[in-house]
């Protein structure tokens, strides 16, 4: 009975080895390749959203808080939203591209809430700073991912 235990458990260490070097040589991919269209829409994406956060910054800077009522602004979320849908449809187009997407769904729920506090109107410079460092970290985040998916294809 001692001798079979024994059989036993080297022949478990042996499957276990050889089922290890198995995944450790299988290459597993859980995100979708590198696409440089995706990339580029991000990073005007990334332009288009602190392109309003500056303008609303320099405004109230110059104390010119006219300037920054949303209607002036209006078109450009317009421009945003459409943007975020071409990206949403050529992220759900490519196979194992969900996180990515799940990263736009995220940047487009924010740009919402954006606008929405935008309607309100923003009078003080400190009401915009945390807005814009989430949305640095945020577009920072996609780009690095976008970064590494096209360090991995250049391998």
């Not at 729920?109 to 003080?124: A, W």
């Amino acid at each position: 009975m001692d001798i079979s235990l024994k059989r036993f458990n080297k022949r478990n260490l042996l499957l276990s080895i050889l089922f290890s070097l198995g995944i450790i040589g299988c290459k597993v991919t859980l995100i979708g390749a590198y696409d440089q269209t995706i990339e580029q829409n991000i990073q005007k994406l990334q332009k288009e959203v602190l392109t309003i956060i500056v303008k609303l910054e320099r405004n109230l800077d110059s104390k010119s808080l006219n300037d920054n009522d949303y209607n002036h602004f209006k078109s450009s979320y317009e421009n945003i939203a459409i943007d975020i849908e071409n990206l949403k449809i050529r992220c759900g187009s490519i196979a194992k591209y969900n996180l990515v997407l799940e990263q736009v769904n995220l940047v487009d729920t924010n740009i919402k809430n954006l606008e929405k506090l935008h309607k309100l109107g923003f009078d003080k410079m400190e009401e915009i700073a945390p807005i814009k460092s989430a949305f640095e970290t945020q577009f920072g985040a996609m780009i690095n991912l976008q970064e590494a998916l096209k360090r991995e294809k250049n391998k």
